[in-house]
């Protein structure tokens, strides 16, 4: 069927072409979904000439003994004015952190004369410690021993730039940890926003299937769950390594960890705002034969994510576990952080699910297990008791959400106090973190308003 679909498959490309130059611009894609189309729109440019420092954090800041490792952080001074004092700390998250980017923290520092930090996670990009990622060493790689690490960088700040008032901001798992950082060291940090913060730490987050398929809508829904059956029959049916082929997925990975691939390719294209990009990419695919359908997919997933993104080291339990050259910068941190302590696995919903019914429980288990240790389970119920998961009680952070955006499902989902504002921003695209990126004209009005409504309450806290 490959000669009849040569035409279908060229309308891919120009139909990607045009939704994405319409797009909005994304923040922070996984590392590992940067080779493409996608990362080529980002629009996140970085402030050059900010230097690279490191500070000396503790292996276990429970236990000093154990010694220490360098932390990476960049500080910019250019806006700051010492008599008001206003600093701002960006949390690091779930991959290298590379410098200070021209967003919405950048524009609001220039407005409130604030200094900026922004520092890596520990164990992500180089701050890294004596032993590498070791399951020695990972013990040592939670969300609390990051927010100790980030007191720590504050307190070391504060001898020379003296600052009055700390606001923590974050997206994403790190819009999480500025809702915590407030939380836990309450004078330390005096307030945060806290951009699609994941602070519920679901374990069987089936929910996350269903926003996908709701923002998508049911048409485009129908033909992903098209494409899911054809791939699911090949490996079924011993085609495997066929589909394998198409995404140069080497035939030994296994099933479940192809079947991943395949849910996050078309779910994160809803996530950052290209939902539309998706939909019309497979628009036809239910008249097409088997291996048309396939190959159709793969097409898009590496123009869109690049060619890397399907083979990487995420989505390949062994290389997760065996191959410490290609465990940098995120795979084998981010799955231990999911497998340990946070969990939001992407399971396979009981009806409706847009991916293969591979992803359950069992197998997030087992792959957990078989990556790090026997027994292995997260500690998602400590986790939500320790922060309080979808209720916390605190003051001086606003949450918001973005309607498309799957990820809102472990979010806080409503306004808790006035002390707590919540902002679900809804329109049609709005995806993952839309309000860092740089406030731009083409903005949705909903976006607009709620970055507007954020920079009320931050004049507020800051007097």
């Known amino acids: 069927g490959w000669h009849v679909t040569g035409r279908f498959i060229m309308r891919v490309f120009v139909l990607l072409a045009i939704a994405v130059a319409a797009s909005h611009a994304l923040v922070d894609l996984p590392s590992w979904a940067q080779g493409g189309q996608a990362h080529r729109l980002r629009g996140m440019t970085q402030v050059t000439g900010v230097e690279e420092n490191h500070f000396d954090a503790f292996l276990d800041?429970?236990?000093?003994?154990?010694?220490?490792?360098?932390?990476?952080?960049?500080?910019?001074?250019?806006?700051?004015?010492?008599?008001?004092?206003?600093?701002?700390?960006?949390?690091?998250?779930?991959?290298?952190?590379?410098g200070i980017g021209k967003g919405f923290m950048y524009e609001l520092a220039q407005t409130h004369k604030a200094l900026i930090v922004a520092t890596e996670h520990r164990f992500y990009g180089s701050s890294l410690p004596e032993g590498g990622l070791s399951v020695d060493n990972l013990k040592y790689l939670t969300s609390r021993q990051a927010l100790a690490d980030a007191a720590r960088l504050i307190s070391l700040v504060n001898e020379t730039a003296k600052c009055r008032k700390w606001i923590a901001f974050g997206g994403s798992y790190s819009g999480a940890l500025s809702a915590w950082f407030r939380l836990k060291y309450p004078n330390t940090i005096d307030a945060a926003l806290s951009s699609s913060g994941v602070v519920n730490a679901i374990l069987d987050f089936v929910e996350f299937d269903e926003q996908v398929a709701s923002a998508i809508g049911k048409d485009c829904a129908d033909d992903l769950r098209h494409i899911t059956s054809v791939f699911g029959k090949a490996l079924s049916s011993g085609q495997g390594d066929?589909?394998?082929?198409?995404?140069?997925?080497?035939?030994?990975?296994?099933?479940?960890?192809?079947?991943?691939?395949?849910?996050?390719?078309?779910?994160?294209?809803?996530?950052?705002?290209?939902?539309?990009?998706?939909?019309?990419?497979?628009?036809?695919?239910?008249?097409?034969?088997?291996?048309?359908?396939?190959?159709?997919?793969?097409?898009?997933?590496?123009?869109?994510?690049?060619?890397?993104?399907?083979?990487?080291?995420?989505?390949?339990?062994?290389?997760?576990?065996?191959?410490?050259?290609?465990?940098?910068?995120?795979?084998?941190?981010?799955?231990?952080?999911?497998?340990?302590?946070?969990?939001?696995?992407?399971?396979?919903?009981?009806?409706?699910?847009?991916?293969?019914d591979l992803l359950s429980m069992q197998y997030h288990t087992e792959r957990c297990e078989y990556m790090f240790y026997p027994t292995m389970f997260p500690m998602t119920n400590e986790t939500n008791n320790y922060y309080g998961g979808a209720a916390p009680r605190g003051s001086n952070i606003y949450f918001s959400d973005f309607s498309d955006d799957p990820w809102q499902q472990a979010s806080v989902r409503q306004e808790l106090s006035s002390d707590l504002p919540y902002q679900l921003v809804e329109c049609d695209g709005c995806g993952h973190c839309d309000d860092l990126h740089a406030p731009s004209t083409n903005d949705p009005p909903a976006l607009t308003a709620s970055r507007k409504r954020f920079e009320d309450y931050l004049t507020q806290w800051l007097n």
């Open 61 to 98: 800041n429970n236990d000093f003994s154990k010694g220490m490792f360098p932390v990476k952080y960049y500080q910019l001074g250019d806006f700051y004015d010492q008599a008001s004092a206003v600093c701002f700390f960006n949390m690091g998250g779930e991959g290298p952190t590379s």
């Open 242 to 356: 066929q589909a394998k082929t198409y995404f140069n997925v080497r035939t030994a990975v296994n099933d479940g960890d192809f079947a991943y691939m395949l849910a996050d390719s078309a779910a994160m294209a809803d996530q950052y705002n290209q939902k539309a990009a998706l939909c019309s990419a497979i628009k036809g695919v239910t008249s097409l034969p088997d291996d048309a359908t396939m190959q159709t997919f793969a097409n898009f997933t590496i123009t869109f994510w690049g060619k890397d993104f399907a083979p990487g080291c995420f989505y390949d339990r062994d290389c997760v576990k065996n191959e410490p050259s290609r465990w940098q910068p995120t795979s084998r941190s981010w799955w231990w952080q999911k497998c340990f302590e946070l969990a939001y696995w992407q399971n396979s919903p009981k009806t409706g699910s847009l991916r293969l």
